[in-house]
């Protein structure tokens, strides 16, 4: 079965301090698709990126960057010269081809000043 | 606005009550889902609906829960004989036809079942 883990559950930072989120997935499938999602305590969870299977290559995105590797089942996420508004729990999710994702338990990011 | 809409916000009631929550979609949207958030965990998948009908009803935890979307549009998640552990957050999210996961999600609906 598919499964996604977020070993780290809290994580605390200081603003403008980098900070990389990790996300191991597990799977048989050869097609499947990652993503990030912020979820800020007003609840609604936000997207923040898609990646496929088929794509290893790395993506930057203002100060969000996103490693793939297929060799180690990881997508990291990283923040870097963090921000008080980056405080969230933030979710790595998977799904195949069946639309449904797979959520990991999240990491909780508090940045302060 | 334009985002997804879920009513009640909060939702208090009594064990082996009858619940109804409701999701207005983005509009256009033909993709909607349920999802179910406990404290200190991640979004589990309850049940997907594209258009009218529920493609994948997998996530459903037992006969107790059923949704339904009967104009491809608003749906209504609905649980019958309330119990303790049904206390979460149901969350809804939608998007745009096949979807491969880019969901637009509401705030929730915050169950407490007493």
């Known amino acids: 079965a598919q499964k996604v883990t977020q070993a780290q559950t809290e994580i605390s930072v200081v603003e403008k301090e980098d900070v990389t989120l990790d996300c191991v997935y597990e799977?048989?499938?050869?097609?499947?698709?990652l993503f990030w999602y912020k979820q800020p305590p007003s609840g609604e969870l936000v997207f923040l990126i898609r990646?496929?299977?088929?794509?290893?290559q790395n993506e930057i995105s203002g100060r969000y960057s996103w490693n793939f590797q297929k060799s180690t089942s990881s997508f990291n996420f990283t923040i870097t010269a963090s921000q008080v508004v980056d405080s969230a729990v933030y979710f790595c999710?998977?799904?195949?081809?069946?639309?449904?994702?797979?959520f990991g338990t999240g990491t909780r990011l508090q940045v302060t000043l | 606005g334009a985002g997804v809409s879920q009513t009640p916000s909060n939702k208090v009631t009594e064990k082996g009550k009858y619940v109804e929550l409701r999701c207005d979609p983005i509009?256009?949207?033909?993709?909607l889902y349920w999802y179910r958030q406990s404290l200190g965990q991640g979004p589990e998948f309850l049940i997907y609906?594209?258009?009218?009908?529920?493609?994948?009803d997998s996530g459903l935890p037992n006969d107790r829960f059923f949704a339904v979307r009967p104009e491809g549009s608003v749906s209504t998640l609905k649980i019958q004989r309330t119990e303790r552990g049904d206390s979460a957050v149901y969350l809804c999210?939608?998007?745009?036809?096949?979807?491969?996961?880019?969901?637009?999600f509401g705030e929730g609906s915050r169950l407490t079942v007493l």
């Open positions: 999710a998977w799904t195949g081809t069946a639309s449904k994702l797979t």
């Open positions: 799977t048989r499938d050869t097609t499947y698709y």
């Open positions: 990646r496929n299977s088929f794509d290893e």
């Open positions: 509009s256009g949207h033909t993709a």
């Open positions: 609906f594209q258009g009218t009908g529920a493609a994948d």
């Open positions: 999210a939608s998007g745009e036809g096949r979807n491969t996961g880019e969901l637009f």
